[in-house]
């Protein structure tokens, strides 16, 4: 899909702009996917790790 059903944005106007138009364009707009895939290969997101202090709590 070129498009994304959540908020009508086009692959077409996320490479003329270069901004998504919400946080679902990336699972939603195929070509946007496999770009991401090609500039980031094995990449996942893993999040922030939280440093623990066990001396003070």
Known sequence: MNKC???DTT???VLQT???GCARCYQEIEPLKEAIK???PNKK?????V???SGNL
């Open 51 to 53: 440093k623990v202090d």
């Open 5 to 7: 059903p959540y908020c």
């Open 18 to 20: 270069g901004f998504v």
């Open 38 to 40: 090609k500039m980031y």
């Open 11 to 13: 692959y077409n106007e």
């Open 45 to 49: 997101h893993k999040g922030k790790v």
